[in-house]
Nanobody, 125 residues
Framework: QVQVMESGGGLVQAGGSLRLSCVAS????????MGWYRQAPGKQRELVAA?????????NYADSVKGRFTISRDNAKNTVYLQMNSLKPEDTAVYYC?????????????????WGQGTQVTVSS
């Protein structure tokens, strides 16, 4: 059906930057929105940023990352990016990509919500 794969995580010092990438592939008919979520140890998964695939790309950010993180997308490549600047130790988490999309199922189109395996981001103080 649809596969989602993240890349770009790693270890960085506080104040540094990282760029995450996520590509959706498979029998995709269209993508409604893609987003980044994160989950720190002992905490619930939370939305970091999301972007629609409509013209202009409407975005939504968690208050904790506004002004530091930027989400963008390349619709032609079914790819979404998360540029993370001024990273803080509290940004340490596994970052997951989500794709809300329509996919080809036989002779029809179905809707699905897909997750990647996650990529670790560690920010040292």
């Amino acid at each position: 059906q649809v596969q989602v794969m993240e890349s770009g995580g790693g270890l960085v010092q506080a104040g540094g930057s990282l760029r995450l990438s996520c590509v959706a592939s498979g029998r995709i008919f269209s993508i409604n929105a893609m987003g980044w979520y994160r989950q720190a140890p002992g905490k619930q998964r939370e939305l970091v940023a999301a972007i629609t695939s409509t013209s202009g790309g409407s975005t939504n950010y968690a208050d904790s990352v506004k002004g530091r993180f930027t989400i963008s997308r390349d619709n032609a490549k079914n790819t979404v990016y998360l540029q993370m600047n001024s990273l803080k130790p509290e940004d340490t988490a596994v970052y997951y990509c989500n794709a809300d999309c329509a996919y080809i199922k036989g002779s029809s189109v179905a809707r699905g919500d897909y997750w990647g395996q996650g990529t670790q981001v560690t920010v040292s103080s």
